[in-house]
């Protein structure tokens, strides 16, 4: 796995299985993004560049998180746009799965805590920037980081 453009980590869940667990490499699916009450996420999604590469994060319930996929956006907002629907889970950007952890051994699924090693935030699903001050505090550059997640992936 490439992790040059990995730019992104978005917190995901599924409050009963493992969240976009049926997608095998390859597969396309709308990775989706909770509404809010002001219009904060729907902007912060419209904006992510097309080919950024975003780290999924999950926790199961009752477990830590795990770093469970490596997507690809393959869309620009405002292409995916006009077919997002009313309602929680409307806002959405089209994404390609590059990796995906193994879901029949759990605990061969890395660990978010110990392989980010800083605590990020996980209470919005917006997709926060692995360059932010918390990560870069724990690795010092995006380079550092990005080459231990390589490691992580392969």
């Known amino acids: 796995m490439d992790c040059s453009r990995l730019e992104y980590i978005k917190n995901v869940n599924d409050d009963e299985a493992w969240a976009y667990e049926g997608y095998p490499i390859g597969a396309y699916f709308r990775l989706n993004f909770k509404e809010s009450k002001d219009t904060s996420v729907d902007t912060h999604t419209f904006k992510l560049p097309k080919g950024s590469l975003i780290i999924l994060s999950q926790r199961p319930p009752g477990n830590e998180r795990y770093l469970t996929h490596i997507v690809e956006l393959v869309n620009e907002g405002s292409e995916d746009k006009p077919q997002r629907e009313t309602g ?33 935030g996980c209470y ?15 690795w010092g550059s995006i380079d550092k980081l990005r080459a231990h997640l390589e490691k992580v992936f392969n």
Do not use: C, Y
């Open 88 to 120: 929680t889970w409307g806002i959405f950007q089209w994404v390609k799965v590059h990796w995906i952890a193994d879901f029949k051994n759990p605990n061969g699924i890395p660990l978010d805590q110990k392989e980010m090693r800083a605590d990020w």
């Open 124 to 138: 919005d699903t917006k997709a926060k920037l692995l360059s932010s001050k918390n990560l870069m505090d724990q």
